[in-house]
């Protein structure tokens, strides 16, 4: 099909790429839930199966394209993040598919080739070949367009601006109906052009009544633990154990770094080209690939170190060895006006080196040698022993989060402990650029309300709130009586020892409060109203409207045609964004992923085998 387009010529190879992985997603193996592929589904979309091969397939596209971009590997965080976004990927097509269903759409070659010739991509506006005396040019465009050497892209491009325009079609029936009225375009108008400036006394239970002004006991504990047991449901937590194996660099290695700077200064100052020596040596891959250039640069842009150093040196000469947070740099500053400089440098690392890597590896090796997926946890402690380190505990874990070793947050760990996982079992070695790690998964708590005897100082903490909160009643009370007899707010809460603060001029769609209730009752007050005591989750507050500017209704006449269009674009957002979300809510989803990928992670193999 597209037969007029069969003859392309030369694209924009980002964009493509980008645009033949969305088409896969078209292609995205979900069946109708029965026949070949339904023993290897990874779950289910309203009755239809995802193949997973396909999904496998998907995961590995966006795995290996965020790596490209990516210097460091990709956690197993990462990994997780990914296989959740191609999840979400794989629901929004099928939920989509479902409803051009619904409502018989569907999209002409016609219609793809007019969208395909008058509304080039993003992507295609500033590419170079399409440009004429620096400004896009539709003549050239369209002739790429019947050329010959896009012929293997053809498809991707229709495949896309096909599903582009049933979702267009899909969206003008959902928001059809958008049509404010001056009545609601009125308030929006208020809601952004209305202010108000206030004074607020704050009392807080936990800032105003002191811990040794309440007495908790153990009945109070239990009696609220019974009463409010559902607010203590907690996630799924895991509790390690791990030994760390530091990669930190000693003296020595940061004495062999500098001698390493001096060498190479030592080399370019012979007569060996810089830009050479840079792609050779330089540990800036961005920099060093282009001869270690920088650009220009805005003084405080780079670590202090460096900053200093290019804005005194003098150009066109090359520095000394300058050590910075990321190791020693050569610099050589080309121009320098005001807080601007160009130039180029090249970044020696402070690593471990010599006898001391030698030492690293060996230890890493018995590390990984001892441990690595055994499911005997008590190796830990002989590896502790050998080792001579230490073994620590990490803060609780709940799921979804990061592990957490002394003042180190250590990837992967959290996602092994909840990815099939055993008690007593011990993780592969995971290493970061400061340590090398093996962990240990001591317990595993399932989601759901932890015994009152393990969650004890938190069921008291929640006790002596509700006790405090009972007091600072009281204290607004006496601060409403002193208003009541002539005090000022700032004097009632000089006198009681309360916050007091003015706020604003605000409006309502950007308020220094985060409590809707205090912003609601600021807007409520005219100009020199004062409030009741307003008794919400945070506390007890009283406001005082010191100046209530109200919308101008003749500027909003002027304004009501430019408003309205923009109005109607918000609301047409949010109503699509509300009907997605919708959709998501009601599809009956069947995600056997966690059984189905990772059923052989218990055992070490890889969750999505190349």
Do not use: C
């Not at 004097?491 to 020892?497: D, H, V």
């Amino acid at each position: 099909m597209m037969q007029a387009f069969r003859n392309s010529g030369k694209v924009v190879a980002v964009f493509f790429a980008a645009m033949l992985l969305l088409w896969l997603v078209d292609l995205s193996g979900i069946s109708q839930g029965t026949g070949l592929f339904s023993s290897t589904a990874v779950g289910k979309i309203n009755g239809r199966a995802i193949d997973t091969r396909a999904f496998e397939t998907r995961v590995r596209q966006v795995t290996d394209n965020q790596q490209r971009q990516s210097a460091a590997p990709l956690s197993l965080e990462d990994q997780k993040q990914i296989e959740d976004q191609v999840w979400e990927e794989f629901l929004s097509t099928a939920i989509l598919k479902n409803q051009y269903r619904k409502h018989n759409l569907s999209v002409s070659d016609d219609e793809v080739l007019e969208a395909v010739r008058n509304n080039p991509p993003d992507e295609f506006l500033k590419a170079p070949e399409f440009q004429t005396d620096g400004k896009f040019d539709m003549g050239k465009y369209q002739q790429w367009l019947t050329s010959s050497a896009a012929t293997p892209y053809v498809d991707g491009i229709a495949a896309q601006y096909r599903d582009i325009l049933l979702r267009n079609k899909l969206l003008r029936i959902v928001t059809a109906d958008i049509v404010p009225s001056d009545a609601a375009l009125w308030e929006r108008y208020r809601d952004e052009h209305e202010q108000v400036r206030i004074a607020l006394t704050a009392i807080v239970p936990r800032n105003v009544v002191s811990d040794s002004a309440v007495t908790v006991s153990p009945a109070d504990v239990s009696a609220y633990y019974r009463a409010h047991e559902s607010d203590f449901g907690r996630p799924a937590t895991a509790y390690l154990s791990f030994v760390s194996l530091s990669r930190v660099p000693t003296a020595a290695d940061t004495a062999a770094a500098l001698e390493r700077a001096r060498k190479i200064h030592a080399e370019i100052a012979g007569g060996a080209p810089f830009a050479e020596v840079a792609q050779r040596e330089s540990s800036d891959t961005v920099s060093g690939k282009n001869g270690g250039d920088l650009g220009e640069w805005t003084r405080g842009q780079f670590d202090p170190a460096f900053d200093s150093v290019s804005f005194s040196m003098p150009l066109n000469t090359l520095s000394q060895p300058v050590l910075s947070s990321f190791g020693y740099h050569l610099i050589e500053v080309t121009s320098r006006k005001g807080a601007k400089a160009t130039g180029r440098h090249i970044l020696i690392p402070i690593e471990v080196h010599g006898a001391h890597r030698d030492l690293l590896d060996a230890q890493a090796d018995t590390l990984d040698r001892l441990t690595g997926n055994q499911a005997d946890g008590t190796l830990l402690d002989t590896v502790a022993r050998t080792l001579k380190l230490p073994i620590g505990h990490t803060m609780p874990i709940q799921q979804g989060s990061r592990a957490q070793a002394g003042r180190m947050v250590v990837p992967d760990a959290g996602v092994w402990a909840f990815q099939g996982a055993k008690p007593g079992q011990l993780s592969s070695v995971i290493e970061t650029p400061d340590a090398f790690y093996v962990f240990r998964l001591d317990s595993l708590q399932p989601a759901g309300v932890p015994p009152l005897e393990q969650i004890r100082p938190s069921v008291e903490f929640a006790v002596r709130d509700e006790k405090k909160r009972v007091q600072a009643r009281q204290i607004a009370a006496d601060f409403m009586k002193r208003l009541s007899e002539g005090s000022t707010g700032e004097q009632a809460a000089a006198a009681l020892n309360l916050a007091h603060k003015e706020f604003g001029p605000f409006t309502r769609i950007s308020p220094p409060l985060d409590i809707p209730q205090l912003v609601g009752v600021s807007f409520g007050l005219d100009s020199g109203q004062r409030s009741g005591v307003i008794d919400v989750k945070d506390g007890l507050y009283v406001i005082r409207n010191l100046q209530h500017i109200k919308p101008d209704s003749a500027a909003f006449a002027k304004e009501l045609d430019d408003f309205r269009a923009q109005a109607i674009r918000d609301e047409r957002e949010q109503r699509v964004r509300n009907f997605l979300s919708a959709l998501r809510k009601q599809a009956t989803v069947v995600d056997n992923r966690t059984r189905v990928l990772h059923q052989g992670a218990a055992q070490g193999q890889q969750p999505l085998p190349g």
